[in-house]
């Protein structure tokens, strides 16, 4: 149980086009779900956190306009990454708070590696 | 201080042995602790997580939690080389926003 996928997986785009990177929990309803950077050789980096319904909460630092965080319902949040440039291309992950009994856990997607030329 | 610190490592030790990996955090007020384990080029992946002190045990792995000197670690016994990765220690802080804050995680190494 608590499975979470990430799509795509992978994805490779020009400069100045906007991608988007959906994140879902299969087999339970998640009411937070958080979206992750991971740069290589570095830590997790910890971008915004979304409750279903609501705005996104984002980290310092973080540019709300240009990473759109839209979680349109218990099992789905998406991640746009607007007007894309190459300083964007990193490992992206989401997360999503465990089921009832284990909120607080956080179980992670696969992660996107997105390529920006 | 960092919130919560661990050794980068690299920690290597022979198949077969125990390995034992240390976080330390700053929020005596912390309530969950959890332990991740990352392979390169992948997401983390939960091994457990703990909330009370003393020892919790599932398989090979140990999680060891002393809030009293803000300290929670991770054994790995009988170590195989396929647990060489990153092992991430996470706190759930005081504020209980829902976020976990990590460390920088412990690079482990199992050698044959």
């Known amino acids: 149980g608590a499975v979470v996928s990430q799509h795509p997986s992978r994805v490779i785009c020009k400069s100045g086009t906007s991608v988007k990177i959906e994140c879902r929990s299969l087999?339970?309803?998640?009411?937070?779900m958080f979206w992750y950077r991971q740069f290589p050789k570095q830590s997790l980096m910890l971008m915004a956190t979304s409750n279903e319904g609501s705005k996104a909460t984002y980290e310092q630092g973080v540019e709300k306009d240009k990473f759109l965080i839209n979680h349109a319902s218990l099992t789905l949040s998406t991640l746009t990454v607007t007007s894309a440039h190459p300083e964007d291309s990193s490992f992206y992950i989401c997360s999503a708070s465990g089921p009832r009994g284990y909120e607080e856990t956080q179980y992670f997607g696969p992660g996107t590696r997105l390529l920006v030329l | 201080q960092k919130e919560v610190e661990q050794n980068s490592g690299p920690l290597s030790v022979p198949e077969g042995a125990i390995a034992s990996l240390n976080c330390t955090y700053s929020d005596r007020g912390s309530q969950s602790f959890f332990w991740y384990r990352q392979y390169s080029g992948k997401s983390p992946e939960l091994i457990m997580f703990i909330y009370s002190n003393g020892d919790k045990e599932d398989g090979r792995f140990t999680a060891q939690l002393n809030k009293a000197s803000q300290y929670v670690s991770l054994l790995i016994r009988d170590s195989q080389p396929s647990d060489s990765a990153t092992y991430l220690c996470?706190?759930?802080?005081?504020?209980?926003?829902?976020?976990?804050?990590f460390g920088q995680g412990t690079t482990l190494q199992v050698k044959p």
């Open positions: 996470a706190v759930n802080m005081r504020s209980n926003t829902g976020k976990l804050i």
């Open positions: 087999d339970f309803q998640a009411t937070t």
